[in-house]
């Protein structure tokens, strides 16, 4: 992380302002938390949120990024 | 394996506030990919009750969306998301960034997006029929590199690609929404995509 950078605390600063920083309560509602979910070889029909896919790495993303 | 797929699976520490912004992309993807199911709608009322605040523009957005949800149903919903986004010839609301960005659909935009998406080693799904302009994909590109890249090289990344793809005409797709003609719901997510997106746009320019 490069948090220390004068530039990335004033990012920081303003994201919390502006609210988006308290992320955690949603965290069953939109998949987050599940980074570590092992990946998968195949996407389910029903993991499908938007419109991209290639190969093991999207496939891994789509699963985590179900809503 | 790929250095992505590495990333994804040692689950690169987010911080509170790249974990939200992965959410709110998360959030937007489903609002605009289909018509919000039954759980969805319930859930988004959840997520007003979280970020909803009078005290700025994208927790003031936040509750007037947990408020239109309360009041529509998915059969309703799926009935304006029809209308409004999948009608033959002319939707009220286009949803693909080249006909803000170009006046027409599948113009040069695309065409610069294809080419930055292969760099970043992603592609459109088989059988996916709408291009990749389209407003969630775009969103899941922006959440991938969110939580596939948190370090200052991934947040370079982000930047390029939010400057390049999103940041152009997410106004203009706001303005068309809230524009939006005999519509209830989503003329009321109008809010939420400009106060998200400005927020991105305004946090990458400290960058």
């Known amino acids: 992380m490069t948090d220390k950078k004068p530039e990335n605390l004033k990012r920081r600063g303003f994201l919390l302002a502006a609210g988006v920083g308290s992320a955690g309560a949603v965290a069953v509602a939109v998949g987050v938390g599940k980074e570590k979910t092992p990946p998968v070889a195949t996407v389910k029909a029903e993991d499908k949120v938007g419109s991209y896919e290639e190969t093991r790495h999207v496939s891994n993303y789509y699963r985590t990024a179900r809503v | ?207």
């Open chain 2, 1 to 207: 394996m790929s250095a992505v797929l590495e990333r994804v699976a040692a689950g690169p520490l987010l911080s509170d506030e790249d974990r939200a912004r992965a959410e709110h992309y998360a959030v937007l993807s489903r609002l605009f990919a289909s018509a919000p199911d039954a759980d969805f709608l319930r859930q988004l009322p959840a997520l007003a009750a979280t970020w909803g605040s009078s005290g700025n523009a994208l927790g003031q957005a936040w509750l007037m969306l947990g408020d239109a949800a309360r009041n529509i149903d998915a059969e309703q919903l799926e009935d304006e998301y029809t209308r409004l986004f999948l009608t033959i010839g002319r939707p009220d609301v286009m949803l693909f960034g080249s006909f803000y960005m170009a006046g027409f659909l599948m113009e040069g935009p695309v065409v610069e997006l294809r080419a930055d998406l292969a760099e970043l080693g992603l592609g459109r799904r088989l059988g996916v029929t709408e291009s990749e302009d389209h407003i969630a994909a775009l969103c899941d590109v922006m959440r991938h590199l969110i939580v596939t890249g948190p370090d200052a090289a991934g947040l370079g990344r982000q930047q390029l690609f939010f400057t390049r793809h999103l940041a152009p005409w997410f106004e203009a797709l706001s303005d068309a929404l809230e524009r939006a003609p005999d519509a209830r719901f989503y003329p009321r997510t109008a809010a939420l995509v400009r106060a998200f997106f400005e927020i991105e746009r305004l946090a990458f320019d400290m960058l």
